[in-house]
Nanobody
Framework: QVRLVESGGGLVQAGGSLRLSCAAS????????MGWYRQAPGKQRELVAT??????NYADSVKGRFTISRDNAKKTVLLQMNSLKPEDTAVYYC?????????????WGQGTQVTVSS
């Protein structure tokens, strides 16, 4: 059973920084893509950043401000968020994808709130 637990959200002023952490448990390996999505009120969930096999992918809106990193031994993925803007306010979800020969499964954490005040 895969379980993802996020931490590190909170309230910060615009221009500030936060670091989100996601601790994973279960059958997760370095080949499994992991990352972060976010959902603001009234909006669809959107990709923030992902990492897979040493490569990273970022939403255009966070490039140059956010950095994703991963520790495969500890099964953790971090999101360092700098120069935060009010539009970054959302619930941030940790994500992992596990693909078998038959099917692909997405797993999600419970989410952590990030609020950026202007």
């Amino acid at each position: 059973q895969v379980r993802l637990v996020e931490s590190g959200g909170g309230l910060v002023q615009a221009g500030g920084s936060l670091r989100l952490s996601c601790a994973a448990s279960g059958s997760i390996f370095s080949i499994n893509p992991m990352g972060w999505y976010r959902q603001a009120p009234g909006k669809q969930r959107e990709l923030v950043a992902t990492t897979s096999r040493g490569t990273t992918n970022y939403a255009d809106s966070v490039k140059g401000r956010f950095t994703i990193s991963r520790d495969n031994a500890k099964k953790t993925v971090l999101l360092q968020m700098n120069s935060l803007k009010p539009e970054d306010t959302a619930v941030y979800y940790c994500w992992v994808n596990i693909a078998t020969a038959i099917k692909s499964y997405d797993y999600w954490g419970q989410g952590t709130q990030v609020t950026v005040s202007s």
